[in-house]
């Protein structure tokens, strides 16, 4: 995790820097032509000691909050005629990016918020991966521009309260951002400012997957979702430069990945045992002597009360999960023992790992269709 935020306009490097530190506690910089003025703070997870932000080459320099797991094989197979000065994936998104310039998504997996300035041309590259895994907000007022990894980056500008937003977090448990001036930058997109004026593009749109036809889960389909699973875990696992951990509770989603982690790696394992509440602690144990982890047991008191605030103005706006405020305690503990850590997140969404899920599951076909109005209002005018 890092964070990336620039300005068309001088803004204080100390602000941007304070709102984003907690980002990005390993290195923080800031460079300016006095028509853009861009900041990064780093954590250091790839080409520790040479992946300095920003990376230069030519006219062109690149701000990078992400992680891009198959960024070496791209190097190889498609980047031959460039001259690598670091093992960074940010270097080998900037060669992409000259090389292919938009074509350049359908080669990468991984995650990323990215900035990529054109010096002579004062032309701007801004992008999101798919999922929206990495969070990119715009500032937009006049004639002022910004973008940043967080709305806290931003609120310096005392942006206005977007009453509809609200409505729609009240009622749907979600908000775009909460301010009238703040745009999120859609997953899936990229787009180029010039001359004042952002203009957004598509590269992926997740519908028509949705549509295929169902998988039968016979036993050639059982084994592709296997194999992809298994190069998922694989991957986020050695294209770090750091120990990676997991955490592991009773479930079965951290579990899977563990087992699969555990192929490749003696990882250390968290579970965390919170006073008063569900011990899963004796299921995460059978788990890990399963799979010979290096297993730790958390004990947690959580101190809400004294936490609450900065637990909520980490997220620069409503938040509905409550899974928040026990994120933050455990994420902050394991912190003590490794940088990253690998876990479950998502996989009951996409395998309808709760009953909840399944009403939803089986009515999608026809909600999708209903949902087609916003595709086309998501769809911007064609270059």
């Not at 300095?52 to 690149?62: A, D, E, G, K, R």
């Not at 910004?146 to 980056?153: L, M, R």
């Not at 009453?163 to 908000?175: P, R």
Request: aromatic residues 18%; proline residues 4%.
């Amino acid at each position: 995790m890092c964070g990336i935020a620039g300005f068309n306009f001088p803004v204080e490097e100390r602000r941007i820097f304070n709102s984003l530190f907690h980002r990005g506690p390993d290195e923080q910089s800031a460079w300016n032509d006095n028509y853009f003025f861009f900041f990064h703070t780093r954590l250091a997870i790839q080409d520790i000691q040479q992946g300095h932000q920003p990376f230069f080459f030519q006219n062109y320099l690149i701000f990078f909050n992400g992680e891009i797991y198959n960024h070496l094989e791209l190097r190889e197979n498609y980047l031959k005629e460039f001259k690598f000065l670091t093992l960074s994936d940010t270097e080998t998104l900037l060669y992409l990016y000259l090389k292919f310039k938009e074509k350049m998504f359908s080669l990468i997996d991984g995650m990323f918020a990215l900035a990529i300035y054109d010096t002579s041309s004062k032309k701007l590259f801004l992008a999101r991966d798919r999922a929206g895994k990495k969070p990119l907000y715009l500032y937009q007022k006049g004639n002022k521009f910004g973008f940043a990894s967080e709305i806290n980056s931003l609120k310096f500008l005392q942006p206005q309260i977007d009453e509809e937003d609200i409505k729609l977090y009240l009622s749907l448990g979600f908000c775009e951002s909460g301010y009238k001036e703040i745009k999120e930058f859609p997953p899936g997109f990229y787009g180029y400012f010039e001359r004042g004026e952002l203009k957004k593009y598509p590269y992926f749109d997740i519908l028509p997957f949705y549509q295929e036809p169902k998988l039968s889960l016979v036993k050639e389909e059982i084994a592709l979702i296997e194999e992809k699973l298994e190069l998922s875990v694989k991957n986020r696992l050695f294209s770090s430069d750091v120990e990676v951990g997991a955490f592991l509770s009773g479930g079965i989603d951290s579990g899977l990945i563990v087992a699969l982690a555990s192929k490749y790696k003696n990882i250390k394992t968290f579970t965390v045992r919170f006073k008063g509440e569900l011990d899963e602690t004796a299921l995460a144990k059978l788990t890990a002597t399963k799979f010979n982890t290096q297993h730790f047991v958390l004990d947690i008191e959580m101190d809400v009360k004294e936490k609450i605030e900065e637990i909520l103005l980490n997220y620069g706006k409503p938040f509905f999960d409550s899974s928040a405020i026990p994120s933050y305690f455990i994420s902050k503990e394991a912190r003590k023992y490794v940088k990253v850590v690998l876990n479950g997140d998502g996989a009951d969404e996409l395998f309808a790992g709760y009953r909840r899920y399944l009403p939803f599951y089986y009515q999608l076909d026809e909600k999708l269709k209903r949902l087609k109005w916003l595709s086309s209002y998501l769809t911007p005018q064609k270059r």
